[in-house]
């Protein structure tokens, strides 16, 4: 066991500054830092002192790369084995959609420096910041399609409300945006070169007002590849149906719409077809709803087959060729759609403040 702690704080002048401490798994969130972080969070909310609190993460390759979903696969997986009650299941998924709310109603300048990578939970810790800040290192997705899950840490209350379709077609495709993309679609708000991360950070210690900070240091993140793309996405994301969404792509007919196609081919289907009834439903839920729904989502996939097939094709054989079951879109009926969306034994996610 590693004495070096997962998650660090420090208050350095006007500011709480938070480090996520796993740069060798890519400053994946687990449990831990998860229960260390939202009581932090709330002390310093409660601080007239700390002005703003700054997330970031270590080292020179990710801001966070997503929840430690493999420590969340043996522990589901002990669970369907008769081998654990799964509590820490619930308890990892839940702990973490209060934290992702305790970020998003945050009082004051919550700003994360998206430094590296950024997926799933790491995407939960930085965009319902208030001030989320890009640089030439970022790369954001969410990816969970393609392990058996759904965009969740708010994604199905964010990305329906990015505009036009991007937020379905990032959801279901877990493709991949850099700065400009992001900017450009106002899931991010500032762009600052990685160099000049560390000074953004003593502004802001010094009392510099958030604002004002990321003024002063703002750069050029580039064009935006995304903008070529979005009328296709907006034309064929615009369905209610993944069956409707293939057809589109099927008959754009271009290269862009044959990659889309391969992708999509390579997800769950199930995880699919729940994403985007997610993404359509969260459309017209506020946060909170969304957590709520979130948390009955996530309990379900992990009742279900497809994402310990997907862990283990991705991250623990690496064979890269989940079986998926069932392995085609057609076979995925609405009742197996609907089941996601009942509320769970334990109850529903409460939240307490």
């Known amino acids: 066991m590693s004495d070096v702690a997962e998650i660090l704080f420090e208050r350095r002048g006007a500011i709480g500054l938070v480090t996520l401490n796993r740069p060798k798994a890519l400053n994946s969130l687990t449990l831990g830092m998860i ?15 700390v002005k703003a609190v700054v997330i970031r993460g270590a080292g020179e390759k990710s801001f966070c790369a997503g929840g430690d979903v493999v ?19 619930r308890a990892f998924f839940s702990e973490e959609y209060v934290l992702n709310r305790r970020i998003k109603r945050l009082s004051k300048p919550y700003v994360a420096l998206i430094d590296g990578i950024s997926m799933g939970g790491g995407v939960g810790l930085s965009v ?3 001030h989320r800040v890009v640089t030439e290192r970022t790369l ?5 399609t393609g392990i058996g899950l759904y965009p969740d840490v708010g994604g199905t209350y964010f990305l329906p409300r990015l505009p036009g379709q991007t937020g379905i077609w990032l959801g279901l495709t877990g493709d991949r945006l850099k700065a400009a993309d992001l900017l ?8 600052v070169a990685s160099a000049s991360l560390d000074a953004l950070i003593d502004d802001l210690a010094a009392g510099v007002p958030a604002d004002e900070a990321l003024a002063a240091r703002r750069g050029d993140a580039g064009e935006a590849a995304v903008t070529a793309v979005r009328p296709a996405v907006d034309r064929c994301y615009a369905f209610d149906s993944m069956e409707a969404i293939v057809k589109a792509l099927e008959a754009e007919g271009t290269e862009w719409a044959a990659g889309q196609l391969g992708t999509l ?3 769950s289907p199930t995880s699919l077809k729940v994403t985007l009834a997610a ?6 839920l506020d946060f909170d709803g969304c957590m709520v729904q ?7 996939c992990l009742a279900g087959s497809d994402f310990y097939e997907g862990i283990r094709a991705v991250l623990i054989d690496k064979d890269k060729n989940p079986k998926w079951k069932p392995a085609d879109l057609s076979d995925v009926g609405p009742s197996d759609v609907e089941r996601h969306f009942a509320e769970p034994a334990g109850g529903d996610l409460v939240f307490r403040d």
């Open 35 to 49: 229960r260390l972080f939202d009581p932090q969070l709330r002390a310093w909310d409660a601080d007239a002192e």
């Open 71 to 89: 420590g969340l696969y043996e522990a589901g997986k002990a669970a369907k084995e008769g081998r654990g009650d799964g509590s820490s299941v």
């Open 128 to 130: 319902h910041g208030s």
């Open 140 to 144: 954001f997705a969410m990816p969970e």
């Open 184 to 191: 450009a679609i106002g899931a991010a708000d500032a762009f």
């Open 265 to 267: 081919r390579r997800m």
């Open 279 to 284: 993404l359509r439903r969260g459309a017209k």
């Open 294 to 300: 979130e948390l009955r989502l996530s309990l379900a």
